[in-house]
Every structure is written in C-alpha cells, then in structure tokens.
C-alpha cells in the first residue's frame, strides 16, 4: 500500500529521568516537592540491604557493603568508598546502619537522614544489574498536570493488592516503583520516492494543521499514549486495559494522533541509566528496550519508517 501524504508524521518517546523507590519512601518525595514524575511501573527486584558491622566513618571518607540476593540463591556482595567533606558533616551526631540493615542512620541535630541501599545500588555504572520484574504500568496526569505517579500511588489499590499477595505469597524480593518523566519529540519523514496519494498544497495544509494542533496539544496525550505502548510491549501481569489491543482508533485517550493521522508511535527506555535490566513473563530481561506500534494496518497504510 501507499503512502497516504508526502509527509508523515509520528510520536518518539524517550525516558528523561527515570529513579527507583521504595513505596514507603515516596511521601519524603512529594515531601521535598519532587513529585514532577506522571509514569510509573511497579516491580519487583531482588533484596537489597547493607552487610551488617561494614560501615567505616573516618577523616575523608564512609565505607561500607552492600549484598544482593541472587537469582539462584545467595547473595552478591558490593563495597562502596564515598568521599566526605568533613568540615560540612562534622556536626552529625551519629552515622550508622539500623537493625534492619536496610538504611544508613544519619543524625543531625533535629534531622534524621535515612539513606536506603538503592541510593547507591544500583546504577548507571554498576557492574552487576539489578534483575527487575515489570508487574504494572501506570499514569497520573490530572488536567493539567496537577496529579503525579506518587500522589496516585499513595492510595493504590493496585499496588496494595501487589504488596499484599507479594507478601502472602513469601515470594523473595521486594516491591518498588520506577518512576519515570517521558520526553517526547515529534518526528517527520518526507520521502519523494515513494509513491503517496497526498501531495502538493493538501499536503502542506497537512502539515500546518498537525504543527498548529501539536504546539497546543496537552502532554497528558503523551502519558496517555506512553503508559498504553508500556503496557501493551510488556502485557504486566497486573494490567487490564491495552494488554493485547494497542493502538487502537477506538482508544479515545490517544485519538489526537488519530486525528491528525500520525503514522506510528516509537517509544524507549534506558534502564541502564539506573542500573536495572527488566523483565516479566513475556519479556526476556532487557537493559533498553523500544518498540514501535504503527497506527495503521499494512494493508492499509505503507509503514512511515519502511523507506523504500
């Protein structure tokens, strides 16, 4: 089939910024106003905690280890050297790892500062990737953005439901929450060798009507879109709707890019960035996944990205 304009039009989105928490400690996040994430996905990764009697605080630095559970059994073990500026952290009044192993207690004066084993794994650079299963994908936008991933999370039925059967079930692990801020770009191909049944001035008029809607399009079509690609490229076992039909006209959180007929949607993830590689029961474990959902069928449309 054709091309139907000279000029197609599609939607690439990528992961700005992407953090891993705990969901117990995402009250401190909206706490500190940082709460500017409206995509997240909730996990399951392995358990983390520091070595107990391993934290070393001396002029210049703080040392330490951290252990991993391993897929197979037992643990990987990581030490860590962070330099101190002593001058600034002379006035804490303790440093220390509490009972349960899972922060790093620093106390000053009226301040209590809980540093959890993620804050230092995993990482960009980290040489053992923390192996993380997808169970849900979803979105808080609101309006006009007045909603985040962690306001919604805070009463989450969903992810009580996956803490609850998390914890019955005494699978091992724990449940964590990816958060994710997407930054998504409009892209355009224009290829005169192709045969298109749409050219000329119809087609100029085409391209000035999706530039005038997209400049005033809310990003709220973005998470829409986003969360549904998610969903539909890992199927998570918690998630309903997009599972198996996505994209799909009928969809009306997305139907702007119906409407203005963009050609397919291409989204990606770089879970290096935060050291994970993900997974699920449908999804081999993968560092930086992306995939591409056109809008319309081959039969209908040619593919804007086949380009001869």
């Given amino acids: 089939m054709d091309r139907k304009y000279l000029t197609e039009f599609g939607l690439l989105v990528k992961g700005r ?37 391993s934290l070393e ?6 040392k330490f280890s951290i252990r991993v559970e391993k897929k197979e059994g037992g643990f990987s073990y990581i030490d860590y050297k962070i330099d101190r500026d002593n001058e600034a952290e002379s006035n804490y009044e303790s440093i220390e790892i509490d009972e349960s192993l899972r922060s790093i ?20 650079d980290s040489s053992i990737p923390l192996l993380t299963e997808i169970l849900y994908v979803g979105q808080s936008y609101g309006n006009d953005g007045e909603r985040s991933a962690i306001s919604r999370l805070s009463g989450h039925e969903t992810l009580q439901k996956i803490l609850q059967e998390h914890s019955f ?8 929450v990816i958060l994710i801020e997407p930054e998504a770009k409009m892209v355009s191909i224009t290829n005169p060798w192709i045969t298109s049944q749409i050219t000329g001035e119809n087609n100029e008029l ?11 399009e809310s990003y709220k079509s973005v998470i829409n879109i986003t ?4 969903i539909k490229y890992f199927r998570p076992h918690y998630n309903e709707k ?5 994209p799909n006209i009928k969809h009306t959180s997305y139907k702007t890019y119906y409407d203005l007929d963009f050609g397919s949607i291409m989204v990606d993830l770089d879970f290096e960035c935060i050291g994970l590689e993900v997974y699920n029961e449908h999804t081999a474990p993968i560092n930086h996944p992306t995939a591409e959902f056109p809008f319309h069928s081959p039969e209908d449309r040619k593919n804007m990205f086949d380009l001869y």
């Avoid at 605080?57 to 703080?62: D, K, P, R």
């Avoid at 997009?242 to 996505?246: D, I, M």
Wanted: aromatic share 16%; proline share 4%; with cysteine.
């Fill in 242 to 246: 997009f599972k198996h039909v996505f």
């Fill in 17 to 53: 910024q992407l953090q891993l928490y705990y969901p117990q400690d995402l009250s401190y996040l909206k706490k500190e106003g940082k709460d500017r994430y409206h995509l997240y996905m909730i996990c399951r990764i392995p358990y983390i905690s520091f070595v107990q009697n």
């Fill in 169 to 176: 079930s005494r699978k091992s692990g724990d449940i964590a």
């Fill in 57 to 62: 605080v001396t002029t210049g630095y703080m």
């Fill in 105 to 124: 207690v620093i106390k000053k004066r009226d301040t209590t500062l809980h540093l959890r084993p993620t804050y230092f794994y995993p990482s960009e």
């Fill in 206 to 216: 085409h391209e000035k009507n999706v530039y005038d809607t997209m400049n005033e």
């Fill in 227 to 230: 969360e549904a690609a998610w």
